[in-house]
Structures are given as structure tokens and as C-alpha cells.
């Protein structure tokens, strides 16, 4: 909006700020922090004391100050040190200042405190519900007072956690890691197409099936954003060279809901092996083995920035060993 009688839009808080940069003199806060306290004591090597240096010490730094900021602050006495009229409007001025400054100190060390207090995660399913347990039991063991918040998630919400800093280390198995995260592969996992016994082909898995066999079957698969269901349609896209359409996949938002639905007659369901192993054991479902379709998958562990905290790089540690 324009001022009345000018024409003229007045400048952004953008525009001022390029226009006005801080000088160099402004980051010496512990001088002016200094200069407060001879304002406070009355002398400077009472100011000295209470800020841990010698009085020599602190005449430098003040002189200092003074040469950068280009005005007399202190007139020195036999009884004391007395502000100038520059020095009482340079000490006014420096209050807030200094207040904020210290805001700010504190504040950062509780950020740092609570970083070395509390660790939090985010992971897909198949790490949250088979490897994650493990993993948090072995870092209690050093940390019993530790606070541990985990958060399960799709590859994709797992992702957006990292990304937007909600948790300092995310697990995902999903084949595809965005550029803009640090990452380390901690571990492997192998999908498995599983049926129930009376499924029609039941009767053929005894034998090895082609991935055309899969393109017309009802595929059970996890939701769009699944690090499961992204690795099972990278493999049978890489083993048909082409993107099928498969007409008749059915979209799941989780494990036990497919094998469920695969106990039922539902359809092919695609799930961690890991998730199948009891079901097939207990024989409920059957493993169906496909001819060149790659089911083998690394899991990743995310984080932001180029180091991850402390207790993350433990935890990596732990999920990392073999």
C-alpha cells in the first residue's frame, strides 16, 4: 500500500533487511554483557569477577568495544568506573539485547538436553512389528531412563516424519530413498506371495509360476506409499519389462488385513515374509514361488542432516549388527 502523499510503496521487511545489515561489532554480545555488569557493579573489576576473567581481561575487552563502536563508554575513577552519557544510552539499549541473547543460550542447551533425553522413530510395519521391538529392548538396556516415542507408518509417512524433522530416525522399506536424506541400509527382507490351500492355484505350487501367471490373479497389496507394495511392483516390472496393469489388485492398509483376506479365498496376498513365516508354518496359506521376480528388499534407516544424534547412531548400531 502506497503512504498518502507519496506515490510510493513502502519498502518490505525483505527490502530492509538487505538494505541494513548488522555490523560486525554487533556480534560481540559478551563484551556488552560485560559493560552491563560495570553498569550494574560500579566497577570493572567487580564486572571482571562476576564473569570469571581478570580485571585486565576485562579492560581489554571493553577498550575493545569501545575502538568498534567508535564512542567512549567508560570514564575510569580512584572510585570506580562511571558510564558516559554514550555509554548509559549503549547499556539502555543493550538490555533487551543481552536478554534475548540469553533466551536464546537457554533455550538451545534445553533443545540439546532433550535431544540426549528422548529418542524418536518412525517405521513401516514390517520393522516396527519384527525387528523394531529388539532393537529399543537392546538400547534400553544402556539407557533405562531414556524416553522412546514410535510412530508406525507407511515407507512414505516415514519419510515425511524425517523430512519435516517430527522424528530423528525412520525405517523404511521401501526400494526408493529420497536424495535429500541420509541413509544406511541396517538390514534385508524378502517378500512372499502367499494363498490359502484351497486357492485354484494351490494345485500348481509345487512348480515354479511365470510373472504373466500373476498379471490376471486378484493381488492383494498394501496401500499406495508402502515400501511392500512399491519393492512387489519394481520386481514384476522388472521381470516383465513393462508396467502391468493388473485389473484385479486389490489395495489393503495392512498385513493382518491381507492374510486375513488370503485366508478367505481373497486372492494372492504380497506381504513380508517375515509376516507370513507363522501362517505358513501353521499351514494356513501356502508360498507360491514365481520364476525371476526379485523379492529381496534392504531395509534403510533415514535421517536428517548429514549426522544423526547420538542415540541414533546407537541404535543404528544395534539394528545394523548382524
Known amino acids: 500500500m502506497a503512504r498518502p502523499g507519496t506515490g510510493r510503496t513502502p519498502p518490505s521487511a525483505c527490502d530492509r533487511l538487505r538494505a541494513m545489515p548488522l555490523p560486525p561489532w554487533i556480534s560481540d554480545l559478551p563484551a556488552l554483557d560485560l559493560l552491563l555488569s560495570v553498569a550494574e557493579t560500579g566497577s570493572v573489576g567487580r564486572a571482571a569477577q562476576a564473569h570469571g576473567i581478570t580485571q585486565p581481561s576485562a579492560s581489554a575487552r571493553l577498550a575493545k568495544l569501545e575502538r568498534r563502536l567508535g564512542v567512549p563508554l567508560l570514564v575510569r575513577s580512584r572510585r570506580g568506573s562511571l558510564l558516559t552519557p554514550a555509554g548509559e544510552a549503549v547499556v539502555a539499549w543493550s538490555r533487551n539485547v543481552i536478554d534475548a541473547a540469553q533466551a536464546l543460550a537457554d533455550g538451545i542447551l534445553t533443545l540439546r538436553a532433550d535431544r540426549q533425553a528422548r529418542l524418536r522413530i518412525s517405521a513401516s510395519l ?42 530423528d530416525l525412520g525405517f523404511v522399506e521401501s526400494p526408493d530413498i529420497p536424495a535429500d536424506l541420509s541413509t544406511r541400509i541396517v538390514g534385508r527382507d524378502r517378500l512372499a506371495l502367499v494363498i490359502a490351500a484351497g486357492y485354484p492355484l494351490a494345485a500348481h505350487a509345487w512348480r515354479e509360476l511365470r510373472p504373466t501367471d500373476l498379471a490376471d490373479q486378484p493381488l492383494l497389496l498394501r496401500e499406495p506409499g508402502s515400501g511392500t507394495r512399491d519393492t512387489f511392483l519394481n520386481a514384476i ?25 488370503v485366508r478367505a479365498g481373497g486372492g494372492i496376498g504380497v506381504i513380508s515374509a517375515r509376516a507370513a513365516a507363522p501362517a505358513i508354518a501353521a499351514g494356513e496359506v501356502i508360498e507360491l514361488r514365481v520364476e525371476g521376480l526379485p523379492l529381496t528388499r534392504p531395509l534403510h534407516a533415514l535421517w536428517l542432516g548429514r549426522t544423526p544424534t547420538a542415540l541414533a547412531v546407537e541404535l543404528l548400531a544395534i539394528a545394523a549388527a548382524p
Do not use: C, K, M, Q
Open 237 to 261: 516390472e522388472h521381470a516383465l519389462g513393462f508396467a502391468p496393469s493388473l485389473p484385479h489388485a486389490i489395495n489393503l492398509g495392512s498385513t493382518t488385513t491381507i492374510l486375513s483376506t
Open 126 to 167: 514390517t520393522v516396527a512389528e519384527y525387528l523394531l521391538p529388539a532393537w529399543l529392548l537392546s538400547l534400553r538396556r544402556t539407557h533405562p531412563e531414556l524416553h522412546i516415542s514410535a510412530d508406525v507408518a507407511n515407507s512414505h509417512g516415514v519419510v515425511e516424519a524425517v523430512r519435516s524433522g517430527a522424528v
